[in-house]
């Protein structure tokens, strides 16, 4: 049977069609895998069409900004904070809850706004903590954190006026601390700052 040059224009054009028509969105929600033990998230993120972009995790009163990698993925190490504090996700103006385990133990921790600080304060301040995936944050598994933050006193930074956010378990916001370090004469000592609970 001979071709029908009109219905092979017509198939044609279907095709054709087909290909120029819009093409759907890839969803960047992301692959959410978590565990909790001992006061501790275990959080691993993956935004497949986004990689090396800005992540901004909101965490109860915890603010964090991290990058994803080459294969859009951010692995982080969280307090579990009470069930009442929520967690999200936020990218290219897009946010995600993300559901958290219930009846985890929380965790102790103390943090360091390191974007509200002066530069250099994270290493006089004692961080970053050796083994931690954010340098800002310190977890203490179910122990609260230490009721003082001991900040060294060095002939580089004696004298000087420190300034930084800082959030521990048991405070509902950072709190913002203020201090001057003891003169040079008194390099190789500490300087140490009161942490209540309450």
Do not use: K
Request: aromatic share 6%; with cysteine; charged share 15%.
């Amino acid at each position: 049977m001979p071709r029908q040059p009109g219905l092979i224009r017509a198939a044609l054009a279907l095709v054709l069609g087909a290909a120029a028509g819009p093409v759907a969105a890839l969803s960047c929600a992301p692959m959410t895998e978590l565990a909790a033990a001992e006061g501790v998230i275990d959080l691993h993120l993956r935004f497949e069409c986004a990689p090396y972009a800005t992540v901004d995790l909101s965490y109860g009163p915890l603010r964090l900004t991290e990058e994803t990698g080459a294969q859009g993925a951010v692995h982080l190490r969280l307090p579990v904070l009470p069930a009442s504090a929520g967690l999200s996700a936020t990218l290219a103006g897009e946010t995600w809850e993300i559901e958290l385990p219930e009846g985890a133990a929380p965790g102790g921790f103390l943090w360091i706004d390191a974007g509200d600080s002066q530069p250099g304060l994270l290493p006089v301040a004692g961080f970053p903590v050796p083994g931690r995936i954010l340098p800002e944050l310190a977890l203490f598994g179910t122990s609260p954190a230490p009721g003082h933050l001991d900040w060294p006193v060095t002939a580089g930074n004696c004298g000087q006026a420190l300034r930084a956010r800082v959030l521990r378990d048991g405070w509902p916001a950072p709190r913002l601390i203020e201090a001057r370090l003891p003169g040079c004469d008194l390099a190789g000592t500490r300087l140490r700052l009161p942490l209540p609970a309450g």
